[in-house]
T-cell receptor
Framework: GAGVSQSPRYKVAKRGQDVALRCDPISGHVSLFWYQQALGQGPEFLTYFQNEAQLDKSGLPSDRFFAERPEGSVSTLKIQRTQQEDSAVYLC?????????????FGSGTQLSVL | GNSVTQMEGPVTLSEEAFLTINCTYTATGYPSLFWYVQYPGEGLQLLLKATKADDKGSNKGFEATYRKETTSFHLEKGSVQVSDSAVYFCALGTGSARQLTFGSGTQLTVLP
């Protein structure tokens, strides 16, 4: 596609529900990143994939957060047993190779509200 | 660890005014520095970048110079337009870690 596509655009969940957020990166982009952006803050790194391999998951806040990219293209971020503090915008970004200094292309994000 | 400290907003300017948004950083190694911009209703997009000391990044009339001695990467524009109204994020990336570290963002509003 022309850009990074994320769905759904908005998600409302009751506390304790599981949610799945989808990211469709730019075709051919090797690297894929997930970020969490709280209201009024900058994005914070969650996890990074190179093709299907998850090379860094140091930013995932707890074991309730899980991400996968099984075929090296589309990625899913899953949050189990959601809590109110999980409310944020979840951003996906991709890049051609992921080297230092390389431009990231961001999606518009999924805004998650946990009630 | 890495961190980015960004000038707090919001910033409100009149059209054609001079803009400076301050950004300082702490990093291990030799980072690359970035400014990303988020226009209303859109995703983050790269505005400019610099990958080594004394490099100047520029785009759309915006400039920022990588100053290693002051660990700064301040964003400037000589004459802002209403269409520049957006949130601006300073960020850094280092070679050993693929992810970017972002500042908290500065909301800019330009009035006609």
């Amino acid at each position: 596609g022309a850009g990074v596509s994320q769905s759904p655009r908005y998600k409302v969940a009751k506390r304790g529900q599981d949610v799945a957020l989808r990211c469709d990166p730019i075709s051919g982009h090797v690297s894929l990143f997930w970020y969490q952006q709280a209201l009024g803050q900058g994005p914070e790194f969650l996890t990074y994939f190179q093709n299907e391999a998850q090379l860094d998951k140091s930013g995932l806040p707890s074991d309730r957060f899980f991400a996968e990219r099984p075929e090296g293209s589309v990625s899913t971020l899953k949050i189990q047993r959601t809590q109110q503090e999980d409310s944020a915008v979840y951003l996906c970004a991709s890049s051609l190779a992921g080297g230092q200094g390389e431009k990231l292309f961001f999606g518009s994000g999924t805004q998650l509200s946990v009630l | 660890g890495n961190s980015v400290t960004q000038m707090e907003g919001p910033v409100t300017l009149s059209e054609e005014a001079f803009l400076t948004i301050n950004c300082t950083y702490t990093a291990t190694g030799y980072p690359s520095l970035f400014w990303y911009v988020q226009y209303p209703g859109e995703g983050l997009q790269l505005l400019l970048k610099a990958t080594k000391a004394d490099d100047k990044g520029s785009n759309k009339g915006f400039e920022a110079t990588y100053r290693k001695e002051t660990t700064s990467f301040h964003l400037e524009k000589g004459s802002v337009q209403v269409s520049d109204s957006a949130v601006y994020f300073c960020a850094l990336g280092t070679g050993s870690a693929r992810q970017l570290t972002f500042g908290s963002g500065t909301q800019l509003t330009v009035l006609p």
